[in-house]
Each structure stands twice: as C-alpha cells, then as structure tokens.
C-alpha cells in the first residue's frame, strides 16, 4: 500500500492502516467508480480513496476537520478527482455514487436510506462503538444491504526485554454490504 502522509491530525481518526487495507478491499474501487465518504476527519481514508477511484466526494460536518483532510490531501501526491464538502450527511451526498464508506455515524439511518434511493452498488461503515454496531447492523439487515459483519482487532509488536510483547488497538466491526447484497453466508441477510 503507498504510503499516506498525515502531518495534520484530528481528535478522531485516522482509521489505522491495517484496518483501512481491510475496508480497501470490501470498497474494490476502480477508475470508474465515484466513491462518497461520510465523516472524512484526517483524509487517510479520502487519500487512499483518491488513489483508486475515478472520483471522490468526502463530507465532513466539522469545519476544523474539513481543514485537517484538506491540509493532508495537499500533502500527499494525488492526481485524482476529489470534492471535500463541509455538510452533514445525508446531506450534501451526491445521487451517482457507486461505493459509499460511512467512516462516521451521525444520521447513519438516513444516509442507508439515501444509499437505497440512489442504488449504491457497495456501502461499509466502520463503528467502534458496540451499542452503534448493534443498531447499525439491524439498520444494513432491515433494509436489504447486509453481506458481512466483521469484528477484528489488531496489535502491534514491540521489544520488551529482549522479546516480543503486543500494544492492541480498539476493536472495530465493519459492516459490509450494498443494495444487491448477498449474505456471504447465503442466509438471512
Ligand atoms: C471516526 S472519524 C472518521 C475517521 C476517518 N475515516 C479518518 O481516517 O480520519 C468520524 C468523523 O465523521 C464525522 N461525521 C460523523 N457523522 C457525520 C455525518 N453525518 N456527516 C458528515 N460527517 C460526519 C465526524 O465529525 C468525524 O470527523
């Protein structure tokens, strides 16, 4: 993975580089998608994003962190399409996009709803909050978009006495889906 430079930080994020390779994947974005991001905070996400995808819409309802992901675009080398729009979603989400990433979780019913209308081909939204995963995996099963839940962790090494120890990082569950989701275990989505 290229590196992503973020010199600007924010008090929220950035979504860690393991867990952004996962969602990476799950989003298989292309040159021709349009990619909107709900909630872009640092830009870690929008970067990578920007590196893949045709085009990017990245909301963010905070005017510090819009500066933050705008500051950290301009420091990584991106010749790609990006529109940063300071709104709270649904709000300010464009009607053409083919892959969405609910990186915050404000509104998250209505976003899903948009996301409907619009017929998003592919939707993740990353939560760490166990009560907000709950709810939001019952909102992707309700409306039909619900492929996969994952839960992962991760830990990262470090030399304690001349051996190896862990420091882990919060768990995250990723929600994973679309409207012509199939249930990756083909039962109840
Ligand atoms: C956990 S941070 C996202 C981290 C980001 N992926 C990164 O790598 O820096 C969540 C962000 O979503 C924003 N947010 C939450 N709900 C939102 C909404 N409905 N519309 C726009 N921004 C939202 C918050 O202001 C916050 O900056």
């Known amino acids: 993975m290229a590196n992503v430079s973020l010199p600007h930080d924010a008090k929220a994020g950035p979504?860690?580089?393991e867990v952004r390779a996962v969602l990476l994947s799950k989003l298989d974005l292309g040159p021709t998608d349009h990619f909107a991001e709900v909630g872009s905070c640092t830009g870690?996400?929008?970067i990578e994003a920007a590196r893949r995808?045709?085009?990017v819409t990245a909301l963010e309802r905070n005017a510090e962190r819009v500066e933050t992901t705008?500051?950290?675009l301009a420091a990584n080398d991106l010749t790609g399409d990006?529109?940063?729009r300071r709104a709270e979603a649904p709000e300010g989400l464009p009607d053409d996009a083919d892959a969405l990433f609910l990186g915050g979780s404000r509104n998250y019913e209505a976003v899903l709803d948009h996301a409907v209308e619009t017929a998003v081909d592919r939707i993740v939204m990353n939560v760490?909050?166990?009560e907000v995963a709950g709810a939001a995996t019952e909102a992707f099963r309700e409306r039909g978009l619900l492929e996969a839940v994952v839960?992962?962790?991760?830990s990262h090494g470090y030399e304690l006495a001349g051996?190896?120890?862990f420091d882990s990082d919060n768990p995250v569950y990723m929600l994973v889906g679309g409207t012509d989701a199939v249930a990756a275990d083909g039962g109840r989505r």
């Not at 839960?151 to 991760?154: G, L, P």
């Open 15 to 17: 979504t860690k580089p």
């Open 44 to 46: 870690a996400v929008t």
């Open 53 to 55: 995808a045709g085009r």
């Open 70 to 72: 705008r500051k950290n």
């Open 82 to 84: 990006v529109e940063l």
């Open 128 to 130: 760490s909050r166990l």
């Open 151 to 154: 839960q992962f962790q991760v």
């Open 163 to 165: 051996a190896t120890s």
